[in-house]
């Protein structure tokens, strides 16, 4: 199947949300994906997309900004595959797809709360070890970091999300 990735585009906003709409159980991930498209977290170039030859729509993979300590970080969220295309390995080419555009922006790091048995694929590894917390309380290694080429030991700290996550953010 002929599959590539690429940026969202002016006009994909529709499509992406029908991904989230078919791959989660409700809306919620669907809205925070419209949320954070007016947020100031989000960032152009790390929304990713999968798309087949007719160049529908098939996957999506979100980079926004999130702070880290001190520093600046990227949360990868949400992720979703539409369902008909689950587990043929679209999720980890738009994952991949994301991390590379990360990459070359010169991000530090991303974090992502996930399954590790997914995610320790890409090279996310828990949180924890890397000096890194997270608002919430999860797990051991549900919570992951992943440094990036340009990540020098910082920053690291408590995460705070974007308010679109509705998560209770350090301090707060
Ligand atoms: C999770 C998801 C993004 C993975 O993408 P995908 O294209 O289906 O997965 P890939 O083909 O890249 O990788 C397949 C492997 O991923 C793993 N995997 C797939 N879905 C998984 C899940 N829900 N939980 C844990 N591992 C999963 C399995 O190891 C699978 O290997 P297997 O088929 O040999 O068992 C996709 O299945 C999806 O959209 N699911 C619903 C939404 C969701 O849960 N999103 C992630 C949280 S933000």
């Known amino acids: 199947m002929k599959l590539r990735t690429r940026v969202e585009q002016p006009g994909d906003a529709p499509a992406i949300r029908r991904v989230h709409m078919a791959a989660f159980p409700g809306p919620e991930e669907a809205d ?5 498209r007016v947020d ?3 960032l152009p170039g790390l929304s990713l997309v999968a798309v087949d030859a007719d160049g529908l729509v098939l996957a999506h993979a979100l980079l926004t900004r999130l702070r880290v300590g001190e520093g600046a970080g990227l949360a990868l969220a949400p992720v979703a595959v539409a369902p008909e ?3 043929r390995g679209v999720g980890e080419r738009v994952v991949r797809a994301a991390l590379a555009a990360a990459e070359e922006a010169g991000e530090k790091l991303v974090v992502v709360l996930g399954d590790p048995g997914y ?4 090279g996310f590894t828990p949180a924890s070890r890397h000096g890194v917390s997270g608002p919430f ?6 919570f992951q970091v992943l ?5 020098d030991g910082s920053p690291i700290g408590s995460c705070e999300y974007p308010e679109p ?3 209770v953010t350090s301090g707060s």
């Open 32 to 36: 925070l994906v419209d949320a954070l």
């Open 40 to 42: 100031p977290a989000w």
């Open 85 to 87: 295309w689950q587990r």
């Open 119 to 122: 995610y320790g694929r890409f």
């Open 137 to 142: 309380e999860v797990p051991e290694g549900v």
């Open 147 to 151: 440094p990036l080429a340009a990540y």
């Open 165 to 167: 996550f509705g998560v």
